[in-house]
């Protein structure tokens, strides 16, 4: 097809053009208009000879006409004689003198010399060599950065829209980057990174009129101890994976994810996330000719994992599904060999066996495969590499810890929530949901369409205020048959949170502390169903941001790896999560604020995880002290983790490679370059000029900041407030710009000094007896003579596991005093409990049965005497 050329319009569509100048959009090129400098010189070389020539000549003709008054012809003595200096007049200058062809001759000479000045002058100007060919960054102006960023009140006010990375600070203002970006934080040791970045972005999120929910990784615990009260005060839901102490915080069973997938009947799912938790376990980048042992030990344990949560889905007893209770499998099963006939040479080893007994097609028989088919040797390293793994939960206190949930990880994106399972029948079948107000018109509050996946279950976050009372409505309406449609209809109760003593929890909110806290599990009272099965209907709501502290001391890193487990499990839940919800992205915003994130275990595909997070509304903050940590650590995704890392604040390093790289990123500026070629008794000295290319700022300025100094590069800012396009050159906070520190200005909100050991952490697990949550592994061992000798060996370790027992329910004990739960009782009941633990832990003295009995009729909290009884059983038997 032919289009005529005269039709075609050469204006830009409008979303293609701007009509305004955008500083630093051109690309630089030589300087072509005219040196005004040099103009003005060379018009003054032109103009100032005429005008004297004329002046001159035109002062000689009025003395000359004076004179030939009384002089018939005046001689130039007689004017060289005359009283000239009263024919002196500016007029001279502009009254005709000379003949045409004088004037003519002299303007032609003037101007040739004027055009000589101008070449001479302007050859010389700089703008002519130096143009910006060579470079032609710069740093943001202070104009600029309060056109681009948010400004906000350095503390206590709040304001609107969201916090975020503090790029710059002036006067008593600070700048943020409000933006969905990631960000890599970059400072040596004792450089002021948390002081003047990380605390200052705990503020700034929880005074944000939209708060974000935050994951802080915090290895001295300064930061918790510094931010729970104001975070709390601030309406925060303040949790604590603790690793330095597990008994004191929250609980984490980083297996409740596969446990979820497998209940939804999704057992690849549930592979990909044991493989997820395992990838953290096993993954070393460095392992080189032990990369197989590893891969292998990996496999092995998933199958194991799967294996537990499928015997427990069966037999209704899921909250045995522990990595404990995975350790004890491999250490029982895998450990115990026997031989099925005496006369047999060769024996066999029950782990094994168990596998090979499993159905064909099963995710557990296949993940453990490889394992089955190596050598006696190399299966006997397999095991022992998968051992040394799952340490962590060997120790009683991480198995405590690891065997229960307290918090629900899509509360940290997606506070409120509906979960229902219709019969299999509505499978791919839409339904309506919506909540209404409790009034005469039922007003309708929202709706939403959800699709019924296997199984029949429906996941639904939504945003919606709701109150006590209101309605939630389920309905279906068969497209095909209009008759055949079907309704659930309950009213909610938001039920008041009680404490163990029954006594009502007040909630911690400033100006709200005289109104009770709810559950976060609503009541659903059902008013009607029409449905021919009653679904299995849950609903959790809560309008509080979660801030998590994970307290990973840095002088032990042996359990380190449940901070990297629980950030990605923590993602990934989050990310499936969006993929539900209409928008793709969590409800509230999630920042990670990674502090000592190069000391992190790795965390599985984080580069791939930092390429898709921000559309998700997930942000990571990394602190780092080089980026030759992350190279490291992630070894080929190192460059990618970068690249994804849209902000790049650096504070002050010490890492040659790291300063050369972040002075590059800075960007380079045109200078001139002179040389000279001169000698003491020469008369004409020549100086050359030459563009030459320096950087904006040097690796000696960076590896030299001052405090308080900071360097921001942010390649993807590009719109101002107004949406208009920016080019984003870097911010050197500097002068009257250097970032503040904490101690300045936040130490009444935010006090490092205070003592995280003056806190009382509630924790759901001090108290937890793990025999209850063991298996019974005769029920993997398939052959009978093997589970006979299996009974035999473990009748003669009786009185082990006895003194074992006795050991777990004393060191509950002592956690429980510790939190003081039994200060209620008489100051003699608490010295002689005191005493009784004491005499064990120190010197071995098992307590007497009649000291136990008198204690457990005396005291009053419920957890002290529950296990004073279990010790009573232990003493009995």
């Given at each position: 097809m032919r289009v005529g050329i005269g039709k075609l319009s050469l204006k830009r569509k409008k979303y293609l053009r701007h009509d305004y100048r955008i500083d630093g959009e051109d690309l630089p090129q030589e300087k072509n208009r005219i040196n005004?400098?040099?103009?003005?010189?060379?018009?003054?070389?032109?103009?100032?000879?005429?005008?004297?020539?004329?002046?001159?000549?035109?002062?000689?003709?009025?003395?000359?006409?004076?004179?030939?008054?009384?002089i018939e012809k005046p001689t130039i003595f007689d004017v060289v004689g005359s009283k000239w200096e009263d024919s002196l007049s500016i007029k001279n200058l502009f009254i005709p003198a000379l003949p045409t062809n004088i004037y003519l001759f002299s303007l032609l000479a003037s101007t040739l010399v004027g055009f000589l000045v101008y070449s001479k002058f302007n050859y010389r100007s700089d703008e002519n060599v130096a143009y910006g060919q060579k470079g032609d960054s710069r740093f943001t102006t202070i104009e600029e950065?309060?056109?681009?960023?948010?400004?906000?009140?350095?503390?206590?006010?709040?304001?609107?829209?969201?916090?975020?990375?503090?790029?710059?600070?002036?006067?008593?203002?600070?700048?943020?980057?409000?933006?969905?970006?990631?960000?890599?934080?970059?400072?040596?040791?004792?450089?002021?990174k948390g002081e003047m970045i990380v605390v200052v972005m705990i503020d700034n999120l929880s005074r944000?009129?939209?708060?974000?929910?935050?994951?802080?990784?915090?290895?001295?615990?300064?930061?918790?101890?510094?931010?729970?009260?104001?975070?709390?005060?601030?309406?925060?839901?303040?949790?604590?994976?603790?690793?330095?102490?597990?008994?004191?915080?929250?609980?984490?069973?980083?297996?409740?994810?596969?446990?979820?997938?497998?209940?939804?009947?999704?057992?690849?799912?549930?592979?990909?996330?044991?493989?997820?938790?395992?990838?953290?376990?096993?993954?070393?980048?460095?392992?080189?000719?032990?990369?197989?042992?590893?891969?292998?030990?990996?496999?092995?344990?998933?199958?194991?994992?799967?294996?537990?949560?499928?015997?427990?889905?069966?037999?209704?007893?899921?909250?045995?599904?522990?990595?404990?209770?995975?350790?004890?499998?491999?250490?029982?099963?895998?450990?115990?060999?026997?031989?099925?006939?005496?006369?047999?040479?060769?024996e066999k080893n029950a782990l094994d066996e168990y596998f090979k007994s499993l159905p064909q097609g099963s995710v557990a028989k296949m993940?453990?495969?490889?394992?089955?088919?190596?050598?006696?040797?190399?299966?006997?390293?397999?095991?022992?590499?998968?051992?040394?793994?799952?340490?962590?939960?060997?120790?009683?206190?991480?198995?405590?810890m690891t065997s229960k949930s307290s918090l629900d990880l899509k509360q940290v994106g997606f506070p409120k929530n509906l979960f229902f399972q219709l019969d299999e029948r509505f499978l791919n079948k839409r339904v309506t949901v919506s909540f209404h107000k409790n009034d005469n018109k039922?007003?309708?509050?929202?709706?939403?369409?959800?699709?019924?996946?296997?199984?029949?279950?429906?996941?639904?976050?939504f945003d919606d205020s709701l109150e006590n009372g209101d309605l939630l409505l389920i309905r279906y309406q068969d497209e095909e048959n209009p008759n055949k449609k079907y309704r659930l209809l309950y009213s909610l109760k938001f039920e008041t949170l009680l404490d163990e003593k029954g006594k009502v929890v007040y909630q911690k909110k400033e100006g709200n502390e005289d109104k009770a806290e709810y559950k976060q599990q609503v009541t659903l009272i059902k008013r009607a169903n029409t449905f021919p099965l009653e679904p299995k209907v849950k609903l959790t709501y809560s309008e509080k941001p979660t801030a998590v502290f994970m307290i990973v001391p840095d002088y032990d890193k042996s359990n380190h790896v449940l901070a990297s487990i629980f950030v990605k499990q923590l993602y990934t839940e989050l990310s499936m999560n969006c993929s539900d919800t209409k928008g793709k992205k969590c409800f509230r915003r999630v920042?990670?604020?990674?502090?000592?994130?190069?000391?992190?275990?790795?965390?599985?595909?984080?580069?791939?995880?930092?390429?898709?997070?921000?559309?998700?509304?997930?942000?990571?903050?990394?602190?780092?002290?080089?980026?030759?940590?992350?190279?490291k650590l992630y070894d080929k995704q190192a460059k990618e983790i970068k690249q994804n890392c849209q902000n790049h604040l650096y504070i002050m390093s010490t890492d040659p490679e790291t300063i050369e790289e972040i002075s590059k990123r800075a960007g380079h500026k045109t200078i001139i370059g002179k040389s000279s070629n001169e000698s003491h008794l020469d008369a004409d000295n020549k100086v050359t000029k030459s563009a030459d290319q320096q950087r904006i700022i040097s690796p000696d300025r960076l590896s030299q900041f001052l405090e308080g100094e900071t360097l921001v590069i942010r390649a993807l800012h590009r719109q101002d407030l107004n949406r208009k396009k920016v080019r984003p050159y870097p911010i050197f906070n500097t002068q009257e710009m250097t970032m503040p520190y904490r101690w300045q200005f936040l130490s009444s909100l935010f006090d490092t000094s205070n003592d995280l050991n003056d806190i009382d952490i509630p924790s759901l697990h001090t108290g937890l007896d793990l025999t209850d949550l063991y298996l019974n592994f005769l029920d993997f061992i398939i052959n009978p003579v093997a589970k006979r000798e299996y009974m035999r060996k473990q009748s003669a370790n009786e009185v082990v596991k006895a003194e074992l027992i006795l050991d777990d329910v004393i060191k509950s004990l002592i956690e429980l005093v510790k939190e003081k739960r039994n200060v209620d009782d008489p100051k003699e009941i608490r010295t002689r409990l005191a005493q009784l633990l004491l005499n064990y832990a120190k010197n071995n003295v098992v307590p007497k049965l009649d000291e136990v009995k008198y204690l457990n009729e005396q005291s009053s909290d419920h957890e002290i005497k529950r296990n004073l009884e279990e010790l009573i059983r232990i003493l009995t038997d």
């Open positions: 005004k400098k040099a103009l003005a010189i060379s018009s003054v070389a032109v103009l100032f000879p005429f005008s004297l020539l004329n002046f001159v000549a035109g002062t000689y003709q009025s003395i000359r006409n004076e004179l030939s008054k009384t950065i309060r056109e681009q960023y948010r400004e906000i009140p350095e503390k206590i006010e709040v304001f609107e829209g969201y916090g975020g990375v503090p790029v710059s600070h002036y006067k008593d203002k600070y700048y943020i980057d409000q933006d969905t970006v990631n960000t890599a934080i970059l400072g040596v040791s004792r450089s002021g944000a009129k939209n708060q974000s929910s935050m994951v802080v990784n915090d290895p001295k615990g300064e930061l918790y101890s510094a931010s729970k009260e104001t975070l709390e005060k601030r309406g925060y839901d303040v949790q604590v994976l603790n690793i330095e102490e597990p008994l004191q915080g929250m609980s984490y069973n980083p297996l409740q994810l596969v446990i979820d997938a497998w209940v939804n009947g999704d057992d690849q799912e549930a592979a990909k996330r044991a493989n997820t938790l395992t990838f953290s376990l096993y993954n070393d980048p460095n392992a080189g000719d032990n990369a197989f042992f590893n891969t292998s030990a990996q496999n092995a344990i998933n199958g194991i994992i799967l294996a537990i949560v499928d015997y427990c889905v069966k037999n209704n007893c899921m909250e045995k599904v522990t990595m404990h209770n995975v350790s004890q499998m491999l250490n029982e099963l895998g450990t115990f060999y026997y031989k099925e006939n005496p006369d047999d040479f060769v993940q453990y495969g490889s394992t089955s088919f190596a050598g006696e040797k190399a299966k006997g390293s397999i095991l022992a590499t998968a051992n040394q793994g799952l340490q962590t939960f060997a120790d009683k206190m991480f198995a405590k039922k007003t309708e509050i929202n709706s939403y369409k959800i699709k019924v996946k296997s199984l029949g279950m429906c996941n639904m976050n920042h990670f604020l990674l502090d000592e994130f190069g000391n992190m275990p790795a965390i599985d595909d984080m580069g791939g995880v930092l390429t898709v997070c921000a559309g998700r509304n997930m942000l990571f903050n990394l602190v780092l002290q080089s980026y030759s940590q992350i190279e």
